[in-house]
């Protein structure tokens, strides 16, 4: 079983609607991040928010808005998105992601569709 | 620009055998490698990881070389078991940062 655990599994929303992915772990991890996944692709980072303050935005759209209410969890806020915007949406976690020795663990995923 | 390669798309080896896995990078300023194996609907499962300082890591079946100079990595694992069959990934990250890039990824079928 993953220690980062990622709600919901699917996803299909419409392109006008407004929904949230959330993530959590209780690993004491104090970065979390929001990976994107695309078919047959590794995954490309989004956001990463390091003891809750967001210290990386690979220049995301601003219709996805992270947020991270303290420091096990994390969501993602959709709005307004594209069918491109189809894809796994991966969170992750390390130890405290400025040090040596500290993997990303990663959850199962969102399996987002948009329509 | 790929940062991160891996420029077999798939592996297909004999159970018992040893899978080799190559990852090539371009950024000198990566110092921390990273090996995932990612099933179909999961998540990528942390394998093993290198820090620059060293040339070798060893984990169980799992072992990680490191060639600086050539700017190349492997994943060692022997012996290979059918439950070993995964897209693996590469993985590194700068100055032991926050901004880890993937390869695009190693099919492993590790056949009977």
């Known amino acids: 079983d993953t220690e980062v655990t990622q709600t919901p599994k699917h996803l299909v929303m419409g392109m006008t609607n407004k929904k949230s992915l959330k993530c959590e772990q209780h690993m004491g991890h104090r970065a979390m991040y929001w990976y994107k996944q695309k078919a047959k692709k590794p995954p490309e980072l989004m956001f990463v928010y390091s003891y809750e303050k967001l210290s990386i935005n690979e220049s995301v759209p601003s219709r996805f808005s992270p947020e991270c209410p303290n420091s096990s969890l994390l969501n993602l806020h959709l709005h307004a998105l594209q069918p491109e915007d189809s894809a796994l949406y991966l969170c992750?976690?390390?130890?405290?992601?400025?040090?040596?020795?500290?993997?990303?663990?990663f959850g199962n995923g969102t399996r987002l569709t948009v329509t | 620009d790929q940062q991160v390669k891996q420029n077999s798309p798939s592996l297909s080896v004999q159970e018992g055998r040893i899978s080799i896995l190559n990852c090539d990078y371009t950024?000198?300023?990566?110092?921390?490698f990273l090996w995932y194996k990612k099933y179909p609907a999961e998540g990528p499962t942390f394998l093993i990881s290198i820090s620059s300082i060293k040339d070798k890591n060893e984990d169980g079946r799992f072992t990680v070389f490191l060639n600086k100079s050539a700017k190349h990595l492997s994943l060692h694992i022997v012996p290979s078991q059918p439950g070993d069959s995964a897209v693996y990934f590469c993985?590194?990250?700068?100055?032991?940062?926050?901004?880890?890039?993937f390869g695009p990824g190693t099919r492993l079928s590790v056949l009977p």
């Open positions: 950024n000198s300023m990566f110092d921390y």
């Open positions: 993985a590194a990250n700068p100055d032991y940062g926050q901004n880890f890039v």
């Open positions: 992750a976690s390390s130890q405290d992601g400025n040090s040596y020795n500290s993997p990303l663990h």
